[in-house]
């Protein structure tokens, strides 16, 4: 791996990027707010001791549904040995969180919270692409959802991308939390494959999204593409 200053166009640096994005979305994401990654402007790499590598980042973080940008300093550390786990991450990117959603959070929860339909849904989006646009609160769930996986998996070698959720169904209320048992595709830009992982966690505006159990789900070579609803 490079030491020193990174090219920012390079996957060294795209990748510890990425990971900036997950962080971000386990942290504030939410149905109404959706963060990703615009631009990696420089990055810095550095051998810490026994403890692992840290990259020091300037990157432009979009919060996709507003479509607003800030550029932000970030710090990931990928830990090596004994302690080698997932990446730790230090990043601050107040303005992105500045747009008021709490209105939209509040009405979709109420909505679904005493409904007596629980919801359900599959292949979001399509293999055109297309989502119906009252479900696509459950699809960015489902975003932000896998961003905890691909957190939690990701390391120097890997890149990984959102590709679909597969299924999504809301279960029964507990403890005012809204809970979804869901089915997701992740593409893994390294190897090509279509990762399939089995999640459970629950959403509320007050807490956030909350990850209960994550399952990675045997190798399917017949599912190996997003399906359509056709």
Known sequence: MATGELNPNHYPAQRAAKVVQHYLNTRYGSPYRLFGLHRVHSGHAEDVADSGRKYQLEITAKERISNT???CSAEVLFPRGERQGSAQVQ???DEL??????AQEEDLYQRYKN???LVSAQYLPDSHGRIEPE???FWHLGIVASSFVMLNESTEN????MAQVANIT????ENDQLKFDSHVLLHDMVSQEIIHWKLLF???PAEGVKMLQMEQLPHCHECDKPQNTE
Not at 97 to 102: E, R, T
Not at 170 to 173: E, F, K, N, P, Y
Request: with cysteine.
């Open 115 to 117: 409904s007596q339909n």
């Open 97 to 102: 969180l500045k747009v008021n959603i709490a």
């Open 91 to 93: 990043a601050s990117c």
């Open 69 to 71: 940008t800030e550029k």
């Open 158 to 161: 890997t890149l990984y991308n």
């Open 135 to 137: 479900m696509k609160p």
């Open 202 to 204: 629950t959403w509320s």
């Open 170 to 173: 809301q279960l029964a209320t």
